[in-house]
């Protein structure tokens, strides 16, 4: 049997999906779940084979939730969200469906499952999220998760970012806290406006910044707001510079 679970906060979409399915013996629905953290718990319990995956729901959103799964399943998005992300589905998720779902849409995204679940859905999954992380809906906030308790932090409350092995370490007005993400990602998907890469390991909330001293010849250091000072190097103090109109 292929396992399956439908995460959605709308009950009628879930029903139409299980009805659906019926004509589907092969595939079992393990779980239901209203929300992002709900499916969270459920892909870890039951580890389905794919999952059928709302966007836009309370609390957090279907891609949020995604990047808080160690292992994330295929996925089939049925969701009325249908602006940038289309493309990004068409290369990496098993499919979308766009409400309200059609039968013959639904049997053209089951025939194409097979395919999809014999490749590496894990892989096809993480590249999905990095390509949804460059719409602006998706990088005005991150989602964390500290000692198994999920935390939603606003960008604007980020102190600074330092590389951390691979791990991005987030101080933040909360506190610190880990993002299995890299630098690069975060400097192309963070405003560029807000946020400056001032060293090979530091990207810097502009309105955290409250003075720059020169250390030694060609070599400078910054001081936030937090009271902590951060190394500068050459690129990064012209790109500073720059940004703060100096």
């Known amino acids: 049997m292929i396992r399956t679970i439908l995460i959605d906060d709308e009950p009628l979409a879930r029903d139409i999906v299980k009805h659906y399915l019926s004509d589907f013996p092969n595939i079992e629905v393990v779980a239901e779940c209203n929300d992002g953290f709900e499916g969270i718990k459920a892909i870890t319990q039951h580890q389905p084979d794919f999952i059928f995956l709302d966007i836009q729901m309370p609390k957090i959103n279907g891609f949020e939730m995604l990047e808080l799964v160690e292992k994330p399943p295929a996925v089939i998005f049925t969701t009325a969200f249908d602006e940038y992300a289309i493309k990004a589905f068409e290369v990496n998720a098993v499919d979308y469906l766009l409400k309200p779902i059609e039968k013959s849409r639904f049997d053209l995204a089951m025939q194409k499952l097979p395919s999809r679940l014999s490749n590496n859905g894990d892989e096809s999954t993480r590249e ?10 998706q990088n005005n906030r991150v989602v964390v998760k500290k000692n198994g308790v999920i935390k939603i ?15 991005v370490k987030m101080s933040t007005v909360e506190g610190i806290f880990h993002k299995n993400k890299t630098m690069s990602f975060f400097e192309q998907t963070l405003d560029s406006e807000q946020f400056i890469r001032i060293h090979r390991s530091y990207i810097i909330n502009l309105a955290q910044v409250t003075k720059i001293e020169l250390k030694e010849k060609d070599s400078y250091i910054v001081l936030l707001k937090s009271d902590i000072w951060l190394p500068v190097s050459k690129t990064g103090y012209v790109k500073l510079k720059a940004a703060l109109g100096l």
């Not at 932090?153 to 791990?167: F, G, M, Q, R, T």
């Open 128 to 137: 999905l999220l990095d390509s949804a992380a460059l719409s602006p809906t």
């Open 153 to 167: 932090i606003a960008v604007s409350d980020i102190h600074y970012l330092e590389a951390d092995d691979d791990y």
